[in-house]
């Protein structure tokens, strides 16, 4: 089955990367919004780190893999704007 969300609302990864085919819930059943890296047993793993964290370990994950440092900060400037950080001001 398809996520009707295409990309985790945490940190931006595609769903469809997610080894673990998305977070879990607190029920056991899977997460439409958030991957496995970001959200397990219904809560978020790293439940202190804020939006510019997660850009910043987003994007050394990317320069890790390869990606050139600017594409690396273009692919996670859109991190404050997902659902786990809109109302996290």
């Not at 595609?14 to 219904?42: M, V």
């Not at 987003?58 to 400037?77: E, F």
Request: negative net charge; charged residues 20%; glycine residues 8%.
């Amino acid at each position: 089955m398809t996520s009707p969300m295409k990309f985790c609302q945490s940190c931006g990864m595609p769903l469809s990367q997610d080894p673990l085919g998305g977070g879990r819930n607190a029920d056991g059943t899977r997460s439409d919004h958030f991957c496995s890296f970001c959200y397990l047993d219904g809560a978020f793993v790293d439940p202190d780190m804020t939006a510019q964290d997660m850009q910043t370990l987003c994007s050394g994950k990317l320069r890790d893999h390869g990606t050139l440092a600017l594409l690396a900060w273009l692919k996670t400037r859109h991190i404050p704007h997902l659902e786990r950080w809109r109302d996290a001001a």
